[in-house]
């Protein structure tokens, strides 16, 4: 496996808003490339690089988006958004370049999505402060400067340049809510139905206790899923479905969505620890996010995939069938794996390992008929060494070929499940 651009440089110019900070890979591109490394820990000034999210751009540029993140893995302090671009389908990359600058406090949880009417791209992020922790801001001990906000960001150049973030966070936060997290993953630009052009972002949250009831802000029964929608291109936003059961039971998280071929969308949920069996959650919405068919329920044929994010892609074409990824060690962090669905995500099937080495957060992209490419956390001896992005041909309707091999990686075996986001 090629790894790319493996040497640290400084910063050598200024892109308003963009800051390059990593060089340019110059390897040529490799017709029919199987994997490629965007992003190494300890490179490019960051300590390590997490949360993938990645799209593709009308004219046919792999953007792959993650957090940079200067002074450890942990999921606060000094994180910035980066970002890099790709020309040939993921093979070589260019830059590395910042979209979202910390500058000492948290930015992250990328949610690219590109509008189809103008072909923006378009760039939802989160927010807090770098001297506050998650804990904290779960049990309300900060100020609302501090806790989670929400921001957009868009780019009309293919993500060559953005535009400076812009606070939303009073369109799409209720006042009792605490913590807030975009994505992660790429979010949903309807393509068919009634609100076709529509911009769906799925996203996480928890609340404030009821009154009465304890406030340790340690409970995960106080997570949450919910929407977030734009019919203007990402100008305006409002709040969608929330899932606000807050029981215990089914405790619906960071979450993934896909368009089915009959105009539905399809939600899938990290479940945060709730009493139920199964780690993955989903539901359906028939009115483009607005309200859900019906509350979160496990969903048992993801039953290998660990607490963790996973990605969901609907491939184009009314009989190809739903992905979804994601590590497949249910007690660990382990083995990237593709799952297929020919029934609407009523139940998955196993399709394809990519390695045995560990792995965590992942996101998918098709990148033509018969290719997809996956964006993933992964390493040999901690997960978050690098993010790979793979190319994956032959998941596409029932009766094509079977998915081109993985290629041969070193294993890594543990039972012990990773901490953390």
């Known amino acids: 496996m090629t790894q790319l651009s493996r040497t640290l440089i400084a910063v050598t110019a200024l892109l308003t808003p963009l800051t390059v900070t990593q060089a340019a890979a110059t390897e040529a591109a490799t017709p029919g490339c199987a994997s490629s490394v965007p992003y190494v820990s300890g490179?490019?000034?960051?300590?390590?690089?997490?949360?993938?999210?990645?799209?593709?751009?009308?004219g046919g540029v792999v953007l792959a988006f993650a957090e940079g993140r200067h002074n450890g893995a942990g999921d606060t302090g000094d994180i910035d958004v980066v970002l890099r671009r790709s020309a040939d389908g993921g093979c070589t990359w260019g830059p590395t370049a910042v979209v979202a600058a910390g500058d000492g406090d948290t930015r992250g949880n990328p949610a690219p999505v590109v509008d189809p009417r103008s072909g923006d791209v378009v760039l939802l992020t989160s927010y807090n402060s770098g001297a506050v922790t998650e804990a904290q801001i779960m049990r309300g001990e900060v100020t609302p400067e501090q806790s989670r906000r929400v921001f957009v960001q868009r780019s009309r150049d293919g993500g060559r340049h953005f535009t400076p973030p812009r606070d939303i966070t009073s369109e799409v936060k209720p006042f009792r809510w605490r913590w807030y997290a975009t994505g992660p993953g790429h979010a949903l630009a309807l393509t068919r139905g009634p609100h076709r052009g529509?911009?769906?972002?799925?996203?996480n949250h928890s609340a404030a206790p009821p009154p009465g009831s304890p406030d340790t802000g340690q409970e995960s029964r106080y997570y949450g899923a919910h929407a977030?929608?734009?019919?203007?291109?990402?100008?305006?936003?409002?709040?969608?479905f929330v899932d606000d059961s807050y029981d215990g039971v089914n405790n619906s998280n960071e979450s993934t969505a896909a368009q089915l071929p009959d105009g539905r969308?399809?939600?899938?949920?990290r479940d945060q620890n709730g009493s139920s069996p199964g780690n993955r959650l989903d539901?359906?919405?028939?009115?483009?996010?607005?309200?859900?068919?019906?509350?979160?329920?496990?969903?048992?044929?993801?039953?290998?995939v660990p607490v963790v994010e996973g990605s969901v892609l609907q491939l184009r074409g009314g009989t190809a069938p739903l992905l979804f990824s994601g590590p497949s060690v249910p007690t660990a962090r382990q083995s990237m794996a593709l799952w297929r669905s020919t029934d609407g995500g009523a139940t998955f099937t196993k399709e394809l390992t990519l390695s045995q080495q560990r792995a965590a957060y992942s996101d998918l992209v098709q990148l033509g008929h018969d290719t997809v490419g996956i964006l993933y956390e992964t390493g040999v001896s901690g997960t978050y060494e690098t993010i790979e992005f793979r190319r994956l041909r032959g998941l596409g309707a029932?009766?094509?070929s079977s998915p081109a091999p993985a290629r041969n990686f070193s294993t890594f075996s543990s039972s012990a499940p990773d901490s953390g986001t």
Do not use: C, H, K, M
Not at 228 to 240: I, K, Q
């Open 198 to 203: 529509r911009l769906v972002v799925p996203a």
């Open 283 to 304: 539901s359906y919405s028939f009115d483009g996010a607005r309200t859900l068919d019906r509350p979160y329920t496990v969903q048992p044929t993801l039953n290998d």
């Open 43 to 58: 490179e490019g000034g960051y300590d390590t690089y997490r949360i993938p999210a990645t799209v593709t751009t009308p």
């Open 265 to 269: 969308l399809y939600f899938n949920s």
């Open 398 to 400: 029932p009766g094509q």
């Open 228 to 240: 977030l929608y734009s019919d203007d291109g990402g100008r305006t936003w409002r709040l969608g």
